[in-house]
T-cell receptor, first 113, second 118 residues
Framework: SQTIHQWPATLVQPVGSPLSLECTVE??????LYWYRQAAGRGLQLLFY??????ISSEVPQNLSASRPQDRQFILSSKKLLLSDSGFYLC????????????FGDGTRLSIL | AQKVTQAQTEISVVEKEDVTLDCVYE???????LFWYKQPPSGELVFLIR??????QNEISGRYSWNFQKSTSSFNFTITASQVVDSAVYFC???????????????FGTGTQLKVEL
């Protein structure tokens, strides 16, 4: 069966520090991968998505970047964090079928001080 | 553009009551999929159900049931005999938009916080 792992679960970082959140998927190949942010409140905002190794698309301009160095690895990064980067970050994967749902990781709670 | 509206921000019920969560969507696509996700306090989003635009059959899974009505663009979710463990935020989502380069985009509603009390 497929599983998605996301870490760390919780992170507290000072303003201006770098960021690296990692997400890996097991049990499937060539998944579509997604990074979402959920700010205070409940809305889910799509940040990045990837349909293959090295292919990254950004949905909104921001202080963050994403990379996909391996088929089942998706990394969210920042060189200098801002206070506004605080939030709950969720990684998701889905298979290639048009009807397939997205499956989410457990999320990372990021607090910027 | 696609849009999903969950007008109920928060619902409180007493255990064993039935509760219906509303979802209304807008899309110009003729083929699309609708989803419900549950987000418990721990934070992860749990996939509950998928329904395609050509299948208007209602579905029941244990205490959960879903009513899809294309004529009113609604995909409502009912929990029968609610339990405390049902307390969570529930999201309705719509898929059908093809992102540049492939893949698809889920448009989420803003969620409904369900609180089930003893």
């Amino acid at each position: 069966s497929q599983t998605i792992h996301q870490w760390p679960a919780t992170l507290v970082q000072p303003v201006g520090s770098p960021l690296s959140l990692e997400c890996t998927v097991e049990g499937t190949s060539n998944p579509n991968l997604y990074w979402y942010r959920q700010a205070a409140g409940r809305g889910l905002q799509l940040l990045f998505y990837s349909v293959g190794i090295g292919q990254i698309s950004s949905e909104v301009p921001q202080n963050l970047s994403a990379s996909r160095p391996q088929d089942r690895q998706f990394i969210l990064s920042s060189k200098k964090l801002l206070l506004s980067d605080s939030g709950f970050y969720l990684c998701a994967w889905r298979g290639q079928g048009f009807d397939e749902p997205q499956h989410f990781g457990d999320g990372t709670r990021l607090s910027i001080l | 553009a696609q849009k999903v509206t969950q007008a109920q921000t928060e619902i409180s019920v007493v255990e064993k009551e039935d509760v219906t969560l509303d979802c209304v969507y807008e899309t110009r696509d003729t083929t699309y999929y609708l989803f419900w996700y549950k987000q418990p306090p721990s934070g992860e989003l749990v996939f509950l159900i998928r329904r395609n635009s050509f299948d208007e059959q209602n579905e029941i899974s244990g205490r959960y049931s879903w009513n899809f009505q294309k004529s009113t663009s609604s995909f409502n979710f009912t929990i029968t005999a609610s339990q405390v463990v049902d307390s969570a935020v529930y999201f309705c989502a719509l898929s059908g938009f093809i992102l540049t380069g492939g893949g698809n985009k889920l448009t989420f509603g803003t969620g409904t916080q369900l609180k089930v009390e003893l």
